[in-house]
């Protein structure tokens, strides 16, 4: 039976509820009846105590969150049930869902284990008796439940954003003089009642580039900056800003700031991220609305219901049509196979569009409950969802796609297609009627026909539909020899018959087409022109009459032989012609007529005019209706009808109607745009605002609800509001209106007195301080090199282009017409904050990046502009440098240089005189331009060869301070390293860091990791699967073959674990790993599944796991990213992968390199200039950082232009360090061997690993290996020849084996966590003859280091690994349990964005606790006991719980002490500690002569030291047991102690120095001691007391052998171990390294017990009894291990 995820088992058992839906009145609440004493006492004894115990934590208001709404901690709780019904029906245990859940029958409750059938049988019988239960009080499902019906509507419409915008009279001001406008009025009256002034005004060049930026996003030219300074009239500024919005440029600038609202993008996302070709007409439409000033209302409308709009004028009717691409060019996962999910996904991201965008809204939050914070019921998304859904927007198909539309044509063109299809209707009328009368004949005479498909075909035949009119579904063809298709008939009547074959005739057929005819008269061959139209109908040609009979088969065989081209074989057709001839004779001329209309149609069809151009729109729904509930959000999960409608808290006054036939979009439209709606204008004027001034009047721009933040002047934001609905929703006029204010002409300079009292900025004393965009940044360059194209519109992707992959971004147009794809953005964009084309965003993110210093200073795209731009210098011949260098300043930065600037400037190429002196070369300076792609040779860079080759110094400067004030500068940024700093957990971290290697296209589990031995035994029979085949491409189901696995399994280790034969070097490390065998994942394509994996969401707009914990942790090493993926692929989701999404761009995952890029030569973009040598770089960075800072001097915002400052600095330390991180040249060549890079076939992903070592090392905090290839070949995906497995196998374990073996040896994978694996599994049974499909029910990943069990497995599928079964693992639960292994809680690590808190696992996950993770180390206590020659390093100890005393275990290690040591030791004692067994390690160095061994020394001081310490440290004196490993010293040493050891604290020397024993130790290599040492520095006791040998190996023990028969005096006693009573405590036998067991660990001398058993023979003979620790020799055979063994003799009483 399969089971569920844990993290799903709670939630799914609320989906469980809804089969007592039905049963409504049975499960109304019972009445309060009178409980019997005895029922009570069944209760209260049996039942609350399991409820408590085993459900409280999660279904109880203790919990931490109510799961699934249901509560059983009430008894209104358990009737009211959670989201889906009442989980208890009294009275009738099989029919309640509570008892279904506990007996695992479906889901699994409680989830940690199934409860005890006893258990359950309580909870029946009280159910059966009444589920009597005494508890009252309200559950808090039962709270949640009534929330929406309990919306106090007029109190929740007193929220500010649902009042209507009220006019309000203009406030009174001190200051008259000063206010020009209304908004003046406002803003001064706020800055009076804060006691503050307004700032000054801003010079005139700053004034008119801010406005020519914030207007047409491109900066003035020099000679409109004279005209506008050398204009001194009043009205100097106004026709400024009329110039500019008449601008063409206008609608470019301002249609891109809509276009982030619209999540405009022209590619899909998702796997395969198909393009949108047509999605430039929608771009274009934006751009010409805002030129045409647009009314904005009528732009509301028309982008949500355009096409239902009447239009009089074609071009109105076009403009209505593609602006309802608003709502189908939203990211889409077209090939998820779930159609109706796919439908739901698509209407919610509709619905959380049209929200943020228009209403400022986030209607998304109501999906799956009532809002938290917003009056939004879960019924007001499904009436809007009503809506959505009958509107069609996807088309269903296997890989879906969108709706295209035909445009309207002009009249002119309407009338000729017009003409056109009536010419077609005409003939197709007639040839209808042709082929009814047709039909009608040929039913009056016998014919038979057949296919080609039923014909026997032999030879290399194709199948085709390519070439029209064929009959049936295709046709077959062939060429060259030896082909040949055979029609056999049986005809019903003998007579003649005419024989016709049909034929599809294309000029590479056959001329002589030969056809053989078998017939009673004997056999004729007839040849047919296949490049000629057939005769018949244009299908048929008759080959004659001839004569069959029933009695002899009529055959018709066509032939390759003899061919001169390619052979068609279609149907042949056999006419009974005797009795006929008159019907037959009409058939033949209806055939001919038919022939001759079709001819007309083909020819009419050719001639035809050309298509209506089409767009991508939304239309009509065929089945238009109200939807329900999807409870939680579960579309088959449904709840109650909820009749279309629209956002209540924001409807004032009755709801407009909906017809039954219509969607309500038209009506949803005019409610958005209506001047009643108190949102729409509110938060369209907002985003002006914001435009204008940087900042909203509502900050949270897309978000009016109670989480937004209020507005800084609601008066004025009212004022904005009611001013736009009485000028016609004119974006211009408002623009225009705000631009005039003195407000927005301040100055950006700050006052002390602003500064102090409001540094953010609210009451808006000056301007703010602006950034550019990537878009003006980016058109900026372009100009400033001359090159910008202007052209408006079209379509700029470029043709031919299949897919977003590896597209090149060499247009120079205008930004906003750049291809905007969801996978793949111009670099630029990627790094200068370009938003999200998945969300919709009204305001970007700000950030300051050394990536984007990175791109300045070394990118192609920068340095090519700057190369073109000195060009543009160096021509101007009649310029000195001083001189151009004041015109670069102009015409990058719109001023001249200070004084400072040009001294600086100057200096620097001063530098270069000399070079240029010695130089002599007199070539013109364009000529030294051709050079610009040589790298400079040090020591021969002249001072114009600087000027033209390192005018990307120039560039990078001007283009770094591209600001609309000349000053770059981050929002709320103090500090460049604050956001990837490091940050404190939520708890101790076991783990540090992430190296993740990715196994792309989904390795097979039962082929690699999961041994299935029922997979032989039941190879090739037919099984059935549960929902086999249910999710998978194919839609198949029913029974499937079983397939083996091609390759043998063993196990190895002491873990025993088996690994197939795919993996012999990681199979070397079981013991290191930990393996997760019941994984599990939603989605079965590759582009789904692959972003689940990455970022827990199908739907694209979700951060990535490596930006997550970026984000949570930030980084080691702030010379490096914190996010490094190497080699990713570009296909199934691509940089989506490794995205930060909503995050700020600090996040953003680092590609180095790209799938199928040779691993030696990737490298973090832009990270090198190869145009400049190092040196004169320095020198160029010198300056440029040099000119920041006296930047800084001068401005009052020192900290924002600070974090532009670091960020240079760390852009060059990482051009630093980067380079060394990547050079593994320095490795020895062992390393190198280990990783395979000395081998062909795992050279290339040996070299990623090693990679992914050095990252570690140096403190990047999330890594990722990439073995993946191509989107149309992922590697591992062999849905045939699963044989190829063996080739990637062959190519990643050896690289993954040394990464973890190297990681180990390093002491890094102590706090590294390793993850290995895939997006998916695949199927135990067979695809086609030899492949596997997708699999996501149960797969295997594994994970190594960092916190998890070693030589571990948890979890299982079934016996065949179809599905996961036991302690199931949804990726959701592994997204967590990496979190908590990283100190960071799943649930608390969220990020505010849009309304809500995101969070990876979104509602889900649970940790996977006291599984894989396993607990923190306790930390020792440590002691230095050195003394006398002698020293111990080391002596660490842990101390266990336990009432009284506890028995000690002393572990002695010789030699040096490592980290790596100590956690060994930890882990192999640790169930000691676990067991209350206190546990000390010691490490010994001998310093000096030692009379005895080392070790026996060490024995000796060790027990000693920790005697002295038995009170302190709760130690039990008379239970101590002392072992040892390694360094062949005293392996697997055990000596139990009596009570009469010296004091180490006396004053006697002798008590002092002396140590008796009760036994000795003679270790390895040291068997041959004199007795009387022993006897001399022990003491003479030691005569008296038992001794024990311990030895390990072959020699070692013939010398114990030998050592026994030679001193048999010192064996004089062996004492039996079977009793602990009296003074004599037992004496052991021991053999095998850290006490494993002799049949698990062959490596260790164990593989010789024969000499344990010879020593056990002679103490026997001599009477001695002595015990042997031996497998199948001892009695500890009752035992599964030595130390269960050893440990029941310490715990013993």
Known sequence: MPRPTPSHVLLSLCLLFAAAIAQAEDNAIPADEPIEQQQLAFFEEHVRPLLIEHCYECH????????????????????????????????????????????????????KGKLPDGQIALIEKWIAMGAPDPRTGDSPSANAAKRASDIDWEQAREFWSFQPPQRHELPEVANHEWPRDAIDRFILASLEAASLQPGPEADRATLLRRATYDLIGLPPTPAEIDAFCNDLSPEAFQRVVDRLLSSPHFGERWGRHWLDVARFAESTGGGRSLLYEKAWRYRDYVIEAFNDDKPFDRFIVEQIAGDLLPYDDYRRGREQLVATGFLALGPSNYELQDKDQLRADVVDEQIDTVGRAFLGMTLGCARCHDHKFDPVPTTDYYALAGIFRSTRTVIDANVSSWVESPLPLAPEQQQVHDKHNAALAKLDNEIAAAESLHSELASQVSIITMDDGEAVLSGTWQTSNSVKPFVGESYSYASGKGSQAVYEFVVPTAGQYDVRVAYTPHENRSSNTAYTISHVDGITTAHVDQTSLPSIGNTYTSLGQFNFSPDQP?????????????????????????????????????????????TEQAKLEKAAPPAPPQAIAVKEHEECGDYQVCIRGDIRNLGDDVPRGFLTVATLGDSPGIAADSSGRLELAHWIASAENPLTARVTANRVWQHLFGEGLVRTVDNFGLMGQRPSHPELLDYLAIRLVDHGWSMKSLIREIMLSRTYQLSSRAT???????????????????????????????????????????????????????????????????????????????????????????????????????????????????????????????????????????????????????????????????????????????????????????????????????????GSLALAGLCKEAQAAEANSPSFAGPLSVKPTHFAPLAKRVIFIFMQGGPSAVDTFDYKPALEKHHGEKLEFRDARKMAKTGMTGAETV????????????????VSELFPEIAKQVDRLCFLHSMHTDGVAHGPSTLFLHTGAMNLIRPSMGSWVTYGLGTENQNLPGFITINPSAGNGGPRNYSNAFLPTDYQGTAIGRAG??????????????????????????????????????????????????????AYRMQRHAPELMDISGETAATEAMYGIDEKETADFGRQCLLARRMAEAGVRYIQINYGDNTSNPRWDQHSKIHEHSIHAKATDKP????????????????????????????????????????????????????????????????????????????????????????LDHERLTYRHAGRDFRLTDVHGNVVHDKPAKEKEKQPTHADVSYGPYKMDVLDFWQAEGEGPRPLLVYIHGGGWTGGDKKRAYNSFKPYLDKGISYAAVNYRLSGEAPLPAPVHDAARAIQFLRSKADEWNIDKNRIALTGGSAGACTSMWILLHDDLADPDSEDPVERESTRVSGAAVAAGQTSIDPKVI?????????????????????????????????????????????????????????????????????????????????????????????????????SDKYESPDDFLMSILLAP
């Open 60 to 111: 109880s208001s203790e919990g931490e969150k109510l799961q699934g709404g249901l509560a059983l901690d009430t008894k209104v709780g358990w009737a009211t049930g959670g989201d889906s019904g009442p989980a208890i029906v009294p009275g009738q245990p099989d029919e309640s869902p509570l008892l279904e859940a506990l007996r695992y029958e479906s889901y699994e409750m409680p989830p």
């Open 554 to 598: 009529a055959t018709v065989l066509v032939s390759t032989e003899g061919a001169r081209g390619t052979v068609v074989a279609d149907a042949v057709q056999l006419i009974h012609v005797d009795d006929e001839d008159e019907t037959l004779a009409r058939l033949t001329e209806v055939e001919s007529r038919m022939a001759t209309l079709k």
């Open 752 to 954: 002390a007195e602003s500064m102090s009292a409001d540094p953010d900025n609210r009451l808006l004393a000056h301007q703010n301080r602006r950034r550019l965009d990537a878009e003006a940044i980016r058109d900026s360059m372009l100009c400033l090199s001359g090159e910008l194209d202007f052209t408006p519109g079209g379509n700029t992707v470029r043709d031919g282009t299949k897919s977003e992959y590896g597209y090149t971004f060499d247009e120079t147009r205008r930004s906003v017409y750049l291809p905007v794809f969801r996978n793949q953005l111009h670099d630029l964009f990627a790094v200068f904050d370009f938003p999200d084309p998945n969300l919709s965003l009204g305001r970007r993110n700000i950030s300051t990046l050394a990536t984007q210093s990175l791109f300045l200073l070394n990118s192609d795209f920068a340095l090519d502009r700057s190369k073109l731009a000195a060009q543009r210098l160096l021509a101007r011949e009649d310029l000195d440098d001083e001189q151009r260098l004041t015109w670069l300043y102009r015409l990058a930065l719109g001023r001249a240089p200070t004084p400072e600037e040009t001294q600086l400037a100057l200096g620097f190429l001063s530098k270069f005189d000399e070079a240029e002196q010695s130089d002599g070369d007199s070539q013109p300076d364009v000529r030294r331009l051709e050079e610009w792609d040589n790298p400079v040779i040090p020591g021969q860079l002249t001072r114009r060869k600087m000027l033209s080759t390192a005018a990307c110094g120039f």
């Open 1043 to 1058: 397939m083996k696995s091609l390759w043998k399994f063993k196990q190895y280790g002491d873990s025993g674990h088996y």
């Open 1157 to 1210: 890029q040779p691993s030696g030569e990737v490298n973090i973009q832009h990270i090198t200039n190869s145009r400049l040598p190092s040196a004169v770089q320095q020198k160029q960075f010198t300056l440029l950082q040099e000119m920041n800072r006296r930047q800084i001097e001068s401005a009052t915002d020192q900290d924002e232009l600070s974090a532009v400052m670091n960020s240079f600095e760390l």
């Open 1296 to 1383: 993954v084996a040394g990464l973890i073996a190297d990681m180990h040896a390093r002491g890094l994978l102590e706090d590294t966590l390793v993850w290995w694996g895939g997006e998916f599994g695949r199927n135990p049974f067979s695809q086609g003859n030899d492949g596997r499909d997708h699999n996501p029910k149960g797969f295997t990943h594994f994970l190594c280091g960092g916190g998890v069990k070693s030589g571990f497995s948890y979890g299982a599928t079934d016996e065949f690994g179809h599905e996961a079964a036991e302690n199931r693992i949804h990726m959701h639960d592994l997204h967590a349990t990496v979190l908590h292994l990283l100190g």
């Open 1575 to 1675: 006897e001399e520095w022990l003491g003479p006791k030691v005569l008296e007391h038992r001794m024990i040998n311990l030895a390990v190996g072959e020699p070692t023990m013939a010398g114990a052998l030998e050592n026994y028969d030679q001193h048999r005096d010192l064996y004089v006693e062996f004492s039996p171990y079977n009793h602990l009573d009296g003074d004599d405590p037992p004496l052991l036998m021991t053999y095998g390294n850290d006490m494993t067991l002799p049949s698990k660990n062959a490596g260790h001398g164990i593989h010789h017990p024969v000499y344990g058993v010879k020593m056990k023979e002679k103490a026997d003979a001599a009477g001695h009894e002595c015990h042997l620790l031996i497998k199948g020799v001892s009695e």
